[in-house]
């Protein structure tokens, strides 16, 4: 079993900034693929973007050049850097940890962002 933790969220103005982390615990050897996803109200869940173990990225097209996703594996804590936030930003934002064997995926209990003047 593999606990995620978030934190990191609020209410920022656009254009802002806010980073994320997920602090990752329990079985935290069988973590392969690590990632953030978010949900705004009405829509479904997206990926937001995914970090290998070995540090390899992957985006939504709706943030590259904005955010930055990072993992410190001696933390067991993967980021997002998110800059020159935006209003359709605005979601819960979900941690998650992929079992590197099985594919299953853990979740965090998500964090609001709140992007408006």
């Known amino acids: 079993q593999v606990q995620l933790v978030e934190s990191g969220g609020g209410l920022v103005q656009p254009g802002g900034s806010l980073r994320l982390s997920c602090a990752a615990s329990g079985s935290i050897f069988s973590i392969g693929v690590m990632g953030w996803y978010r949900q705004a109200p009405g829509k479904q869940r997206e990926l937001v973007a995914g970090?290998?173990?070995?540090?390899?990225?992957n985006y939504a097209d709706s943030v590259k050049g904005r955010f930055t996703i990072s993992r410190d594996n001696a933390k067991n804590t993967v980021y997002l850097q998110m800059n020159s936030l935006k209003p359709e930003d605005t979601a819960v934002y979900y941690c998650s940890a992929d079992h590197k064997y099985t594919h299953f995926r853990s979740w965090g209990q998500g964090t609001q962002v709140t992007v408006s003047s």
């Open positions: 970090i290998t173990s070995g540090g390899s990225t």
